[in-house]
């Protein structure tokens, strides 16, 4: 079983930077494929960026290719997302989640699931 919390998420302008992290506990964080989604207000959660186990290769959304950059740390059973250039649009809850399979976008593919930090941009 493997527990995740987010941390990093608030208020940030228009053009601004937030990174966000994820700690994980409790099983071989080292072993689980990581992925990032966010749920804005009144939609579906949607997949934002996923790291295989060993930290290469990253997948990105079209909406946040160029902007965002995952990453993690092994060491410290920590994931990553390097917010850059944020937008309006770009406000929601984001979640990290674990899996056992390399499945990038599908969210049903993740096994673990952490309660969310939420991002807010100000225009």
């Known amino acids: 079983q493997v527990q995740l919390v987010e941390s990093g998420g608030g208020l940030v302008q228009a053009g601004g930077s937030l990174r966000l992290s994820c700690a994980a506990s409790?099983?071989?964080?080292?072993?689980?494929?990581m992925g990032w989604f966010r749920q804005a207000p009144g939609k579906e959660r949607e997949f934002v960026a996923a790291i295989t186990w060993s930290g290469y290769p990253t997948y990105y959304a079209d909406s946040v290719k160029g902007r965002f950059t995952i990453s993690r740390d092994n060491a410290k059973n920590t994931v990553y997302l390097q917010m850059n250039t944020l937008k309006a649009e770009d406000t929601a809850v984001y979640f990290c989640?674990?899996?056992?399979?390399?499945?990038?976008?599908?969210?049903?593919?993740?096994?673990?699931w952490g309660p969310g930090t939420q991002v807010t941009v100000s225009s």
């Open positions: 989640a674990a899996g056992r399979s390399w499945v990038r976008t599908a969210k049903e593919g993740y096994n673990y």
């Open positions: 409790g099983g071989t964080f080292s072993s689980y494929h």
